[in-house]
């Protein structure tokens, strides 16, 4: 019981959390880029390439089409990902605010002061 608290601890420390996060989400926006680049620029700058060399065979007219369905589909991924990620978050952090801080022994100027207020009530 005691590894799992100590999984527990680590996890909720915020620096891992926002690591994990960025890690992912890095991961997702990098395939928003490929994708970008593979399936909308490069095409866009091939087609007139394929334009130019007159081809009539309908399978290498179709390799320098634009996939915009295939971008979409790693913008929608993305928005996923981060809206997933971002209810993770919320959550820690709700079960973060949750914590109470343990109760601590008043310190002996503490002590002290409170029986000064105590004498000092008695006085009419």
Do not use: C
């Not at 100590?6 to 926002?18: I, P």
């Not at 680049?37 to 065979?57: E, G, N, Q």
């Not at 952090?93 to 109470?100: P, Q």
Request: hydrophobic content about 55%; charged content about 25%.
């Amino acid at each position: 019981m005691g590894m799992l608290k100590e999984f527990k601890d680590f996890v909720m420390r915020g620096n891992v959390l926002d690591l994990a996060v960025a890690v992912v989400i890095g991961a997702a926006f990098g395939a928003i880029v490929s994708s970008l680049v593979d399936h909308v620029i490069t095409p866009l700058l091939l087609t007139p390439a394929l334009k130019a060399a007159h081809l009539d065979d309908i399978d290498k007219l179709a390799w320098g089409a634009v996939k915009y369905g295939n971008f979409l589909s790693a913008v929608i991924k993305f928005v996923i990902i981060a809206f997933i990620l971002f209810l993770i978050v919320k959550f820690f952090k709700s079960i973060e605010k949750k914590k109470v801080p343990p109760a601590t022994e008043p310190t002996a100027t503490e002590k002290l002061l409170a029986q000064i207020l105590e004498e000092l009530k008695k006085r009419p």
